[in-house]
Every structure is written in C-alpha cells, then in structure tokens.
C-alpha cells in the first residue's frame, strides 16, 4: 500500500512497516546498510501532517513514523524519527493498530497532533502527563471499542500493545511489547 493509505487508515500509535523492495546489502557495506535503513524498516505512527497552505508552493501531505519506539534502541539511535511524503515511491503496510482501551498520550491540537505514547489504562496515562515536561496541548485519548470494531469489520490489521516507560527514562521514549 502507499504512504496515503497509512495517512488515511492508520491511527496514531499503529505498527507501520515501509521498504523499497530492495534486498538488505552487506554489512561490511556500512554506508549502503544504512542508506538501505532509511527506506526499509519498521515504526510507530507518530504523526499526520495535512499540507500547509502556503501561497506558492505546497508541500504534500506526510506520515511521520519513530523508529526508536520499535527497536528499543532509542538511546542508540537519538529516538530516529523519519517522515514521509505521502507520494513516496515506498511501499507502507499497517502491520498493528493500538489496542482498545489503551490510551494515547498526545501533545498539539487540531491537525498538528503528535504521539508521545500509548499507556494501558488511565492512570498510566496521567503517570505519563506528570512525567513530560510542561507545555499546551497535553492530553490523553482512549482507544474505544468503537474504533477498534470498525477497523475488525472493515477487514484492518491485528492490535499491538506499546508501553510507555516510566519517568527514570526520557518520556518521549517508547518501547513496544508484544
């Protein structure tokens, strides 16, 4: 599928694999692996920028998936977010979506709404908000039952379970279980 279905589909916090089909190269070819790293991988949906209206130019819409939330390495790889245009020549699956009743913790409002984390109740959640450091446009939203149900009738992929870590780490971190 292409990067626009994930736009429209996926909500944030689901699994999105994306590659170019190209076999991975060797390791001993570093700058290839990692070139090949960029086009290949698996992430979280983090964000959907809608394009900005602008006079003369309009950049086209795009996904942003974090990387780090998926290999735990987040440490490693400076919490690796990449974002793609929805015309992107890759090719996108939705491999998970967030499970019902978990919650997300996002910050920003309206179309500029960004994932920081999904926890698995409520007070996690809050848990969560306590630990992130202050700014507008902190809030939590339940994954519902309803939502959940239409992506099972509508033939969308299996849930995922992602934990947030607790506030010793940075809370911008993810890690996903499960």
């Not at 969560?128 to 033939?155: F, K, M, N, Q, W």
């Amino acid at each position: 599928m292409c990067a626009y279905h994930v736009y429209e589909n996926a909500p944030l916090g689901s699994l999105i694999r994306f590659c170019d089909g190209t076999p991975r190269p060797a390791d001993e070819k570093v700058a290839e692996v990692e070139a090949w790293e960029r086009r290949n991988g698996t992430g979280l949906l983090a964000m959907k920028d809608p394009a900005p209206e602008l006079r003369s130019w309009v950049p086209p819409t795009s996904i942003t998936l974090r990387l780090s939330a998926v290999d735990g390495n987040a440490a490693d790889n400076g919490d690796l977010s990449l974002t793609f245009s929805v015309d992107s020549n890759l090719r996108f699956e939705i491999l998970a979506r967030p499970l019902a009743g978990t919650f997300r913790v996002l910050r920003g409002s309206g179309s500029a709404v960004e994932l920081l984390g999904i926890a698995g109740d409520r007070a996690e959640a809050r848990h969560y908000l306590r630990a992130c450091p202050a700014g507008a446009g902190l809030r939590i939203e339940e994954e519902t039952a309803d939502s959940h149900a239409a992506d099972v009738v509508e033939g969308r992929s299996a849930s995922v379970r992602v934990d947030i870590p607790r506030p010793t780490t940075r809370p911008d971190r993810l890690r996903v279980s499960g």
